[in-house]
């Protein structure tokens, strides 16, 4: 498996942007697919980005799109996540998520079986 450590999370008014990193470690080299998730108090955990660790095409929810900005940096084996124009719907627990395998899904928590402990981001209006 890979182990993922999260940082960057923190507290930021409407509007601010805050830049999330992923350092990974572990199995890194059979990665195929890495990505973020987030979970709000009360609610689901939901689909935020993900990216194909070799050849890096990235997917976004619709609520975070041109917005968000999913990147690798391969040699430093660590993920970010860049967060501009913060929503306070944008607050909650953000987690980093890793896959050994594509299987042609993203979007679902169970498409994944590596997780981070989460960083909170909290974006006040």
């Known amino acids: 498996q890979v182990q993922l450590v999260e940082s960057g999370g923190g507290l930021v008014q409407a509007g601010g942007s805050l830049r999330l990193s992923c350092a990974a470690s572990?199995?890194?080299?059979?990665?195929?697919?890495m990505g973020w998730f987030r979970q709000a108090p009360g609610k689901e955990r939901e689909f935020v980005a993900a990216i194909r660790w070799i050849g890096g095409r990235s997917y976004y929810a619709d609520s975070v799109k041109g917005r968000f900005t999913i990147s690798r940096d391969n040699a430093k084996n660590t993920l970010y996540l860049q967060m501009n124009g913060l929503k306070p719907e944008d607050t909650a627990v953000y987690y980093c998520?890793?896959?050994?395998?594509?299987?042609?899904?993203?979007?679902?928590?169970?498409?994944?079986?590596?997780w981070g402990q989460g960083t909170q981001v909290t974006v006040s209006s």
């Open positions: 998520v890793a896959s050994l395998y594509y299987s042609g899904s993203y979007y679902y928590p169970a498409d994944f079986g590596s």
């Open positions: 572990g199995r890194t080299s059979s990665t195929a697919m």
